[in-house]
């Protein structure tokens, strides 16, 4: 039975952004969390201990994020991720992050950030966990990844940004959803294709409407 407390609610919502998750918790088929309710005082005890060393490892992680989100825009190259042999020493779970934003895998990524992964690290073409996030259509994902510091208006290295992924792959709540978080409809890429003409060639309506096409 899901239990509505908002001390386990928190829980749940934190356990995304560490690398061990409470044993409490347990995921079912529709990836909602369900919790057991403590039958006793020692066990209310164990539950507040462990709500509050979640709770430091989230701000811990969230300061990072901060911190490189910060740095990404002063610097927007962003790192390419090279081969392990290579660049072990510096992102030795990029394609992990890749693959966990490619699969809409909240809690994945939620370990690898506490890992200290650089969110806004980018493949040999420049796309970044958000842009698999956003041209796959994992909402939650986005959302998830943009809280978290990563840049909406990254480019690759011909000039899309997650905005273009989303509305090329006809992912209208992505698209609303990074356009009120300062991305930018006539943003262009090297095509000199703006969301909006992308917009125009799949004739849709509502993506046009979104974007705010005259």
Not at 115 to 139: F, K, P, S, V
């Amino acid at each position: 039975m899901k239990n509505s407390h908002p001390l386990f609610a928190g829980i749940a919502l934190l356990s995304l952004l560490t690398i061990n998750t409470v044993s409490a918790f347990e995921t079912i088929n529709n990836g909602e969390e369900v919790i057991t309710v403590p039958s006793t005082a020692e066990e209310q005890l164990l539950w507040e201990e462990a709500f509050q060393a979640e709770q430091l490892r989230a701000e811990k992680a969230r300061a990072l994020q901060k911190e490189r989100q910060a740095q990404y825009r002063a610097n927007p190259k962003p790192v390419v991720y090279q081969p392990r042999q290579q660049q072990a020493q510096h992102i030795p779970e990029a394609g992990e992050l890749f693959d966990a934003a490619s699969s809409g895998n909240i809690q994945l990524i939620g370990q690898l950030l506490a890992q200290g992964i650089d969110i806004n690290t980018a493949n040999a073409e420049g796309e970044t966990a958000l842009h698999m996030a956003a041209a796959r259509g994992h909402y939650r994902a986005v959302i998830y990844l943009v809280q978290n510091g990563a840049y909406v208006n990254a480019k690759t290295i011909k000039n899309w940004i997650p905005l273009h992924h989303a509305t090329r792959f006809n992912r209208p709540n992505i698209v609303n959803y990074l356009l009120k978080h300062n991305s930018s409809a006539y943003q262009r890429t090297s095509d000199g294709l703006s969301s909006i003409d992308m917009a125009k060639n799949l004739n849709d309506k509502r993506l046009l409407s979104i974007l705010g096409a005259r």
